[in-house]
């Protein structure tokens, strides 16, 4: 039976991360998991704070020639309801950097992280399915497909919304659905981006365009089930003029890439996010739509929570690390869940206070300068805004005393 410090299951974006970042720290590292299927088109807008991880993991400079800059992120009401919002622009020069973040599509994400797991050696990389976890005093026993077992101190949940880890722990979920799915597709236009993010806020939910390097954006259409299957089955001629014409020509010509997916909306979270030596990261602790670009963020900061946790704690502790992780990761995972589904369902709502209330508050964020900041900070950085706020205090109390 092979031993290691730390096993984690699941080696999507979250999963591989998790390795890297915990295989840093000198432990031996397990990722076990089958082969990756291919083709994901799909992309990720990570922000500052995720951006700042990856350079800590020594990442970033192979993967920001894949990646475009998101320096700004506006909002357009795109409804023909009674009340409709202002624009909204949040400019990331506003809030002291340069971009508030990055898109990076997944296929070339998960290549360089694929390439640097192999080459570390405290990462071995077991291609196999688990078919059970079992806890004992000194730690995790897992059953592998191939009739193998594994024994870890900790054994890390990043098996997506099916976990099997969480399902060997006991830990129960809420889950819910939505009457939407989303249209994901890549697209080429005439005019440059600017490395402009627009949504448009419609009657189905979000339109979401966001920066690619050069003349190209990803989208994100969130729409009612059956539009979005129609939609994703036309012709790319004429996806392309659809497109188009929901931007309002913005930039220019449209041209759909091949390979158009839609998803089903829904959202899950898991009772709790750890149990003894068993911690639950990314889609096996939480999912929800993809609105906002919180997903891959939100398990960003499950990993660097659990490295918070591991460079304070020997391997032979383990034992109590998942009630540790979980007290340290509800009022981020619960308060984001929350704020992503109040926003696609006032979206949906035909209700005249819901509409006056988001109308109201996009209003707000136009006209006051101070209020957007402190949202962009929030955004970025769960927390931020009150990090600049006691750092301006700081700033202003020692030129006082000076």
């Given at each position: 039976m092979k031993e290691f410090d730390i096993a984690i299951v699941g080696a999507g974006l979250a999963g591989s991360l998790a390795a890297l970042a915990f295989a840093d720290s000198g432990r031996s590292v397990a990722l076990i998991a089958p082969p990756a299927r291919t083709g994901d088109g799909r992309t990720t807008a990570l922000m500052d704070q995720s951006i700042a991880f990856l350079k800590v993991l020594g990442l970033w400079d192979d993967i920001a020639p894949h990646a475009a800059a998101l320096e700004t992120m506006q909002i357009l009401d795109g409804t023909v309801r009674l009340l409709r919002a202002p624009p909204?622009?949040?400019?990331?020069?506003?809030?002291?950097?340069?971009?508030?973040?990055?898109?990076?599509?997944?296929?070339?994400?998960?290549?360089?992280?694929?390439?640097?797991?192999?080459?570390?050696?405290?990462?071995?990389?077991?291609?196999?399915?688990?078919?059970?976890?079992?806890?004992?005093?000194?730690?995790?026993?897992?059953?592998?497909?191939?009739?193998?077992?594994?024994?870890?101190?900790?054994?890390?949940?990043?098996?997506?919304?099916k976990s099997k880890i969480r399902e060997s722990a006991?830990?129960?979920?809420?889950?819910?659905?939505?009457?939407?799915?989303?249209?994901?597709?890549?697209?080429?236009?005439?005019?440059?981006?600017?490395?402009?993010?627009?949504?448009?806020?419609?009657?189905?939910?979000?339109?979401?365009?966001?920066?690619?390097?050069?003349?190209?954006?990803?989208?994100?259409?969130?729409?009612?089930?059956?539009?979005?299957?129609?939609?994703?089955?036309?012709?790319?001629?004429?996806?392309?003029?659809?497109?188009?014409?929901?931007?309002?020509?913005?930039?220019?010509?449209?041209?759909?890439?091949?390979?158009?997916?839609?998803?089903?909306?829904?959202?899950?979270?898991?009772?709790?996010?750890?149990?003894?030596?068993?911690?639950?990261?990314?889609?096996?602790?939480?999912?929800?739509p993809p609105i906002g670009a919180q997903g891959l963020n939100l398990s960003l900061r499950d990993i660097m929570a659990l490295k918070e946790l591991l460079q304070m704690t020997e391997p032979a502790a383990y034992d109590g690390i998942g009630e540790r992780f979980d007290r340290k990761r509800q009022a981020d995972v619960r308060s984001r869940t929350v704020s992503v589904d109040l926003l696609n369902r006032s979206l949906l709502s035909d209700f005249l206070p819901m509409q006056f209330l988001r109308s109201a508050g996009l209003h707000l964020l136009s006209a006051l300068g101070p209020l957007r900041s402190i949202v962009m900070r929030e955004g970025i950085e769960p927390g931020g805004s009150l990090k600049a706020f006691r750092d301006t205090l700081r700033e202003r109390v020692t030129r006082k005393q000076a």
């Open positions: 909204v622009a949040f400019r990331s020069g506003e809030v002291g950097l340069a971009a508030f973040g990055y898109n990076i599509p997944n296929a070339p994400f998960i290549d360089v992280l694929d390439a640097r797991i192999a080459a570390d050696g405290n990462i071995l990389r077991l291609p196999n399915g688990v078919t059970a976890a079992t806890a004992f005093e000194n730690g995790v026993e897992l059953a592998l497909d191939d009739g193998e077992r594994v024994l870890a101190r900790l054994v890390v949940g990043a098996d997506g919304r006991g830990i129960g979920i809420r889950s819910w659905s939505y009457p939407q799915a989303a249209l994901v597709l890549n697209f080429s236009h005439d005019r440059p981006h600017g490395n402009v993010s627009t949504e448009f806020h419609t009657e189905s939910g979000p339109f979401t365009q966001v920066p690619l390097p050069g003349r190209r954006s990803s989208l994100v259409w969130v729409l009612p089930r059956k539009e979005a299957a129609k939609l994703r089955d036309l012709p790319d001629a004429a996806l392309s003029q659809a497109v188009e014409t929901r931007m309002q020509s913005m930039l220019g010509k449209v041209t759909v890439e091949g390979g158009a997916q839609s998803f089903p909306l829904s959202g899950m979270t898991a009772d709790r996010f750890g149990k003894g030596r068993i911690a639950l990261i990314g889609e096996a602790a939480h999912a929800f």
